[in-house]
Each structure stands twice: as structure tokens, then as C-alpha cells.
């Protein structure tokens, strides 16, 4: 399985950024999710959707990103307003489990990643 994502850039605050990931490869029991890493931490979960369409979003951006699929083109997007400095990471797009609908993000459930796009947001 691979994953590819675009559309990383540099914003000013406020501003928006929509990030794709084209996949080659999906199941309808597996889900798909953007993580993202900042120099100096740990990854972590963003934003998640199932193949029914679920989604769920980290605190810190709930609002102001959203996550959606589209199957016919087997791509990913995150849709980001309203970004801030702290938004400022790696972004990633990951393959796998779904069991971050009924818990925490954790990149153990996720066994296919692509290679990340950068997102940095200035103020």
C-alpha cells in the first residue's frame, strides 16, 4: 500500500491549507487518518474517518479542520482554516485501524504511512 500526500506550504495565521493523500490501496475495514509531528514531539492523531464516513478530530482542531474521502480517486484530504503557529508539523497520512472511534489516536494501529508533507504557519 502506498501514500502520498501534497499540498503543504507556508501560511500566515488565519490562513488555509488543504492537504491530499492518494492511496493505492484501501479495505472497507480499515480507516484513514492524518497525524502530524512538530520538531521535538511525539506524533500524533489529527483528524480520522472510517469507510462509512465517521470521523473524528483532535481537540485543538476541531472547527477548523476537516477530514474527508474520496473513493473514486482513492485520495484523502484535510481541509485546514483558521491555521495557527502551533499547527505548525509534519504532516502525515496513515492507513489502518479504526480504534481511535471509541479511544485515543495511536500510531500503533496504523500500519501504512506515507512520507509527510510540511505545514508551517507563521504569525
Known amino acids: 500500500v502506498q501514500l502520498v500526500e501534497s499540498g503543504g506550504g507556508s501560511v500566515q495565521t488565519g490562513g488555509s491549507l488543504r492537504l491530499s493523500c492518494v492511496f493505492s490501496?484501501?479495505?472497507?475495514?480499515?480507516?484513514m487518518a492524518w497525524f502530524r509531528q512538530a520538531p521535538g514531539k511525539e506524533r500524533e492523531g489529527v483528524a480520522g474517518i472510517s469507510s462509512a464516513g465517521e470521523t473524528k478530530y483532535t481537540a485543538s482542531v476541531k472547527g477548523r479542520f476537516t477530514i474527508s474521502q474520496d473513493n473514486d480517486t482513492n485520495t484523502l484530504y484535510l481541509q485546514m482554516n483558521t491555521l495557527r503557529p502551533e499547527d505548525t508539523a509534519k504532516y502525515y497520512c496513515?492507513?489502518?485501524?479504526?480504534?481511535?472511534?471509541?479511544?485515543?489516536?495511536?500510531?500503533?494501529?496504523?500500519?501504512?504511512w506515507g512520507q509527510g508533507t510540511q505545514v508551517t504557519v507563521s504569525s
Open positions: 496513515a492507513a489502518g485501524g479504526c480504534a481511535f472511534l471509541f479511544g485515543d489516536f495511536s500510531t500503533n494501529d496504523f500500519g501504512y
Open positions: 490501496y484501501t479495505h472497507s475495514t480499515w480507516c
